[in-house]
Structures are given as structure tokens and as C-alpha cells.
């Protein structure tokens, strides 16, 4: 079984719960629509301006981007699961243009980590690929399972100890000395078949205006495979940062901007 560990929410992370719970209990009819869906993952919008009406969580979503989302996602889901409703939702926030908009060729690296509004145009729509969202190790020792949350782009993050492990090796008969103490240090397997992976395809945009900006985005979940090239949208994206081509995160020290597009639609 995957090692249950206690979940750390902090003052911040509770009050965006609870107004998200607020707010999807104004969205009960539009989630039991969803009953007869056959879809794997689907795409759930939530109005921009029912948002902005809860200030708190308008200003969540504006400073704590991801972490609001990802919380969002938590809530959204378990009103789906209340409904008997199998399919994963992603929560999409609909009708944004103009309220947060940032000409493409305006981003910089202080953007970093923003959420804005603005206008592309599909120069190449790349190949489907998959990342590693969630990584399954096991401990050689007892067989302890671990479930470990990853990045997009990083470098793979891996457990540093098995509870159980250290839970018995702490109360041995004689106790270990601090310099024993230090140097546990299990060993771990990785399960590949027990990973949680997501579909994502990378997106080569560029402006629609003289300037010829040109970024790279990306898409997950059911947005991949949704754009061809040449098509111009209206995106709603979170300003992530990215390493230069054949290098990675720890070789280099220059970055590039990339945009996860969060929502989309066609002009």
C-alpha cells in the first residue's frame, strides 16, 4: 500500500478550501450534467467574475496561482465523486479576456508565476507526450510504498526515508548512536507501472500582431490534440519558466518563459 503521510494545510490553504467549497455550491446543476459523461477527463468552467466576487479567493488566485488551482481541483473533484460522477474534472475559468490582458510580447521574467489573459496564434501544434505527475517507489526493505508529487521539466524528486524503517531502527535493542542515526539511509525501488502520468503536448505560439513574439506553451488533459497550426486563441496562462534547449535546471543558469495554457478559446 502507498505510506499514507499527514497532510500540512496551512491558515491560507484552508480559507481557499473553504471558499472554493462556496463557490461550486452555486455550480450543482452544471456538475450533475456530467453524469452521463463516458469521458476519462473533462473540462469543468468556472465564471472569471463569480471569482472576482469572493475578493479572498480573487486574491488567492492572483498571488498563489498553482497552489489556488490545485485546491480548486480538490474541491471540484469531490463534488464529482458526491454525484457518482467517474470523470476526472479540470477546472477551467471562463470569461477572462480583457481582465487580466498582457500583450505576449510585453511577458518578462518578472512575470514569473502570474496568471494573464492574451491573444496567440498556433505557429505548431507538437507531438502528444506524457510526464511523470507521480512518482511510485518502494522500499527494498519492507516494501513500503511512496507516492511522491513531481514538476513538469525537474528534475525527479525521490524519498529520502520509510517511516516504518526508521520507526524500528529508532527503537532497537541497543538504541543507535547519533552517528548510525545519520547515515540511515534506505534504499528504494521505482515502480513504473504504479506511477500516475498526464498527457500534454507542447504548442510553438507566436503574437498575432507585427511584432512576431514568439513563446513556447503547453496543454494538458483534454486540451491535448485540440489546436492545429495557424489557429489564433484567446488563452488564459500561468507564466512558468523553462531551461534553455539540450540543457537542464542544474547545467544552466538561463531560463526561458513558457505559458501553461489553463484555458482556451478560438477567435
Known amino acids: 500500500m502507498v505510506q499514507s503521510r499527514k497532510i500540512d494545510l496551512h ?34 468552467e468556472i465564471q472569471y467574475n463569480d471569482i472576482k466576487d469572493n475578493s479572498r479567493l480573487h486574491t488567492s488566485l492572483i498571488n498563489w496561482t498553482e497552489q489556488c488551482l490545485k485546491l480548486g481541483n480538490r474541491v471540484l473533484f469531490e463534488h464529482f465523486q458526491k454525484f457518482g460522477i467517474h470523470s476526472r474534472p479540470v477546472l477551467r475559468i471562463a470569461n477572462f479576456h480583457n481582465q487580466t490582458f498582457s500583450p505576449l510580447e510585453s511577458l518578462r521574467m ?53 517511516i516504518p524503517c526508521f520507526e524500528k531502527f529508532m527503537t532497537r535493542d541497543p538504541p543507535p548512536e ?7 539511509n534506505p534504499e528504494f525501488g521505482f515502480d513504473v507501472e504504479k506511477c500516475n502520468y498526464e498527457d500534454i503536448q507542447y504548442l510553438d505560439v507566436q503574437s498575432t500582431d507585427q511584432n512576431d513574439c514568439r513563446l513556447t506553451a503547453f496543454v494538458r488533459d483534454e486540451f491535448v490534440g485540440e489546436f492545429t497550426d495557424g489557429e489564433e486563441l484567446d488563452v488564459l496562462v500561468l507564466v512558468r519558466l523553462d531551461h534553455i534547449a539540450k540543457r537542464n535546471f542544474e547545467e544552466d543558469t538561463r531560463r526561458v518563459l513558457l505559458l501553461e495554457i489553463l484555458n482556451a478559446r478560438r477567435v
Open 110 to 162: 518578472r512575470d514569473r508565476g502570474r496568471i494573464i489573459s492574451t491573444t496567440i496564434r498556433v505557429k505548431k501544434a507538437r507531438e502528444y507526450m506524457g510526464w511523470l505527475k507521480a512518482a511510485t517507489y518502494y522500499c527494498l526493505e519492507c516494501g513500503t510504498e511512496q507516492e511522491i508529487p513531481q514538476r513538469l521539466g525537474r528534475n525527479r524528486k525521490r524519498p529520502y526515508h520509510c
Open 11 to 44: 491558515d491560507n490553504d484552508m480559507d481557499m478550501l473553504h471558499d472554493w467549497r462556496i463557490l461550486l455550491q452555486g455550480y450543482k446543476e452544471e456538475i450533475s450534467s456530467f453524469k452521463q459523461s463516458e469521458e476519462h477527463v473533462v473540462g469543468f
Open 178 to 184: 547519533i552517528g548510525e542515526i545519520i547515515r540511515f
